[in-house]
């Protein structure tokens, strides 16, 4: 699935296109993982998994949590991303996403969405995840 970079900025600050979910990195493990479970035998444990990890349209397509309080919140405040929030700083919702979607935030409040998404789309071209950060 390829989405238009503009269209995969998450409200958080987090750039839907570095996601190993929507990049299909988790889906390519769950897979691995199925076939090796499945060797054992022990398959029908868990056939749902890779459901759970399949294609993601990105946030704005209505991918990630549906349960999303930044979403929610971002969208009933009529805001492209939360940078336009004067709580972003301070916001409970968005600190759960960690440092990577507030240095997002704060990186679209300096140079707008536009650059930051071009920015992130190049880093992801070559070859950057959100994964790669927790290893």
Known sequence: MKESPKNLV??????CGACGIYQGRIKQAVES??????????????????????ECPGCIGGGGD????????????????????????????????????MDGLRKIKAVGVGKWTEEMQKKVDAGYCYLDERT
């Open 66 to 101: 549906p349960n999303c309080a930044v979403r929610e919140c971002a969208k009933q405040k009529a805001y492209t991303t939360c940078a336009e929030c004067a709580e972003m700083e301070r916001c409970e919702k968005v600190q759960r996403y960690g440092p990577c979607a």
């Open 10 to 15: 998450g409200y958080c600050g987090l750039y």
């Open 33 to 54: 993982l199925r076939s090796v479970i499945g060797a054992y035998g022990f398959d029908k444990i868990m056939p749902e998994l890779a459901k759970m990890f399949g």
